[in-house]
């Protein structure tokens, strides 16, 4: 398991060009910055598309929306078969490229188990055209693709929990992160490059743009998901060891998530409730899987 | 020369890529393709070739991008399908090609409207940007496969090629094959370098492929598409200079590597065949000529690049052409007939009838082609063709 970088110790250094061409407040671009400072430069990166984020100063390569999986296996084995395998394959896709359409070629390549680091940066729906509904879209979100009305309370279906999913395929090393929590997450970065298999890491980036909320609150909307038991922040290694890396004596209410964002100012408190109960019903399950060490589904 | 051995077309088809040290190897099965994937497992098995790594991918598609990230990153890279399994790769394919990634693709024909063969899955694939490449037997699919590498990496080409090579009477039918020695290979084939390198520590490091680049920039759209063009084009010469090196270091021809003509001197009409139908209707031609009738062959081997300047010098050496298309775009027709009129249109005006048979696997016989050679001798006499198609 990861330990958190201490704030002196983390790099001064930056390996993401600025400016970029994100957006206000991206949490996307955070989480880049985050991650290239820390990752090193014996790399290639990945891409699929999404929003632009942070172009990094490292090589990189990139295929089709539906083709990051073996985009990724191609290179570790191209990799493998030249002797270099000092150099990692890493992945820096977003949720649609991981949990939508590109889900296919990724679990396989977990199943194969390739030496391959795969990090989302998840903002839960396409926002790269316009917010359309994803894999990773919260229930009762309202997307592009979901809109709410007299016959819809905006999104159907729950998230795709792909951590717990992908732990079922035993894959080495899997955790979820935040940028409003830098040293963890730097700390799951530096920890997983190095780990031979198939490793990923999930990072809560907030799109200020598609949940509509103040772009100056991007971290605090994304404090508020992990303090309030949406976005636990764990990782879980070989499909079985699970370790909760942040628990509050507490969970705030869900509503301190809610309600910054406009995609869900039309939920009813019935609603509301439902989420409620769920989050915390999963997040005494978590409690439950950290005492005992162990994934509990 | 190195050993022979008799082998079915897809041992022959696996044996050029290890003979060509392929590096990494991605496929999924699919019949007829099936057992080159198996033949790749075995070598990789073996322990013979170190280093190589065969993927058993989940789908066409995902080999299609493994392969193409493989080679970018450096590695000599090899995939192979079938029919739907081509299809499923469209995608991807593109990628490859406007990548100008340089890697090799078998193509078992296996038709689009049943298992049995015929030209439709290639056939579909044509704006894909790729060489397509299509021969008759499994000493020709041994040294095709081995010298697209070479005309794939050249750096005037440096585009994908797809060696087509039908299902089943090919690639399950054992026919000696010739294997030439590794170190006359090695010697021909060099190692493959990638224009530019993606390793971090590399000075030459281009970074690989940058994403996102470029878009909004005051650019030419076309530019792309205008070197895409040319370099596909231009793979004629590339094409003609390996063939012709092979012969002269292997000893075997394939007409010039665009076509391979058989009897065409002095013939009065040529008929044109692709894949194997083109062994029966040599067939064909020996017993029309027998019988004092001058029907010459003329095998077209690369079809992307078109042949136009070797079909330019044929249609003025004869007085009719009859194309057989062994696929059909409904709607549009044989995609050789076509292709072979806008080349001649305004160049040379000989009928050309444009024949379309041998489809999901319906069997072409050298009788068959004997009416074709009759019926083209008839249209030169009347100076004009039947409507096509013309169905055989």
């Known amino acids: 398991m990861s330990k958190p970088i201490p704030r002196p110790q983390v790099p001064m250094e930056e390996r993401v060009i600025t400016p970029g061409s994100t957006c206000q407040g991206c949490g996307a671009a955070m989480a880049a910055r985050l991650t290239f400072k820390v990752i090193g430069p014996n790399i290639i990166r ?96 309202e997307t592009a693709t979901d809109p709410v009305g007299p016959a819809s309370r905006g999104n159907p279906s729950n998230k795709f929990q792909a951590a717990l999913a992908f732990a079922a395929l035993g894959v080495p090393y899997l955790a979820t992160a935040s940028v409003a929590f830098p040293e963890d997450l730097m700390a799951k970065v530096k920890y997983a490059k190095d780990i031979i298999g198939f490793r990923m890491l999930l990072i809560a980036t907030p799109c200020p743009v598609g949940w509509r909320f103040d772009p100056a609150k991007t971290i605090e909307v994304a404090r508020a998901g992990v303090q309030s038991g949406l976005w636990p922040l764990y990782e879980i290694e070989n499909g079985t060891t699970f370790k909760l890396n942040y628990k509050p004596k507490e969970l705030k209410p869900i509503t301190e998530y809610l309600k910054p964002q406009a995609r869900f100012r039309h939920m009813t408190e019935t609603e509301i409730n439902e989420i409620q109960v769920a989050t915390t019903k999963r997040w005494e399950k978590f409690l439950k899987a950290d005492e005992a060490n162990q994934v509990l589904l | 020369m190195g050993d022979y051995e008799v082998m079915v077309g897809n041992k022959a088809c696996a044996v050029a890529c290890k003979l060509a040290r392929v590096k990494v190897a991605a496929a999924f099965p699919i019949t007829p393709q099936t057992t080159i994937t198996e033949y790749l497992a075995e070598i990789a098995a073996s322990g013979e070739m170190p280093g190589f790594e065969f993927v058993n991918c989940e789908g066409e598609l995902p080999a299609q991008v493994i ?49 049995q063969p015929d030209h439709s899955d290639l056939m579909s694939q044509q704006w894909q940007g790729w060489l397509h490449l299509y021969v008759e037997n499994a000493q020709e699919i041994l040294d095709t496969i081995v010298m697209s590498y070479k005309i794939a990496e050249d750096k005037r080409v440096r ?198 048979g041998g489809l999901s696997g319906k069997e072409v016989k050298v009788d068959d082609f004997i009416k074709v050679g009759e019926k083209t001798l008839a249209y030169a006499k009347a100076k004009k063709a039947d409507a096509h198609p013309i169905w055989v």
């Open chain 2, 159 to 356: 585009l994908p090629v797809a060696v087509g090579y039908d299902g089943y009477v090919l690639s399950y039918t054992a026919e000696p094959v010739d294997i030439p020695d590794q170190a006359i290979i090695d010697g021909f084939l060099p190692p493959y370098k990638p224009p530019s390198s993606m390793f971090y520590d590399d000075p030459e490091s281009g970074g690989g492929r940058r994403r996102g680049g470029g878009d909004g920039e005051d650019r030419d759209g076309n530019t792309a598409w205008k070197i895409h063009h040319s370099a596909a084009e231009g793979a004629e010469t590339v094409i003609k200079e390996v063939f012709a090196e092979w012969n002269k270091l292997i000893g075997r021809k394939y007409g010039n590597g665009m076509v391979e003509e058989y009897r065409t001197d002095g013939a009065d009409v040529v008929m044109t065949a692709m894949g194997t139908v083109a062994g029966s209707a040599a067939a064909a031609v020996d017993k029309l000529w027998k019988d004092g009738k001058k029907v010459g062959l003329v095998k077209v081997r690369s079809f992307l690049p078109f042949p136009r300047n070797d079909f330019k010098a044929i249609a003025k050496k004869v007085q009719a052409i009859g194309v057989f298309d062994r696929s059909i775009q409904p709607g549009m027709g044989g995609p050789v007939y076509h292709a072979l009129r806008t080349t001649l249109y305004d160049e040379v005006h000989v009928p050309i009838a444009g024949f379309v």
């Open chain 2, 67 to 115: 392969v193409s990230s493989a080679a970018r990153v450096g590695a000599r890279s090899f995939t192979c399908t079938s029919g739907p399994g081509l299809l499923y790769m469209h995608h991807p394919m593109q990628e490859t090609a406007s990548g100008r990634v340089p890697i090799v693709m078998a193509v078992v024909h296996r038709g689009v409207k049943s298992m």
């Open chain 1, 46 to 141: 990945h891409g699929v598309p999404c929003c632009p984020d942070q172009t990094s100063m490292t090589p990189s390569t990139g295929s089709v929306f539906e083709g990051g999986g073996p985009c990724l296996t191609g290179t570790s084995r191209a990799l493998k078969a030249l002797g270099r395998t000092d150099i990692k394959a890493v992945a820096f896709f977003g949720d649609g490229g991981t949990y939508d359409i590109g889900l296919g070629g990724i679990m396989a390549a977990a199943q194969r188990n390739e030496n391959v680091f795969v990090i989302t940066k998840d903002n839960e729906a396409y926002m790269n055209t316009g917010g359309q509904h994803s894999g990773g879209s919260p229930k009762y979100a």
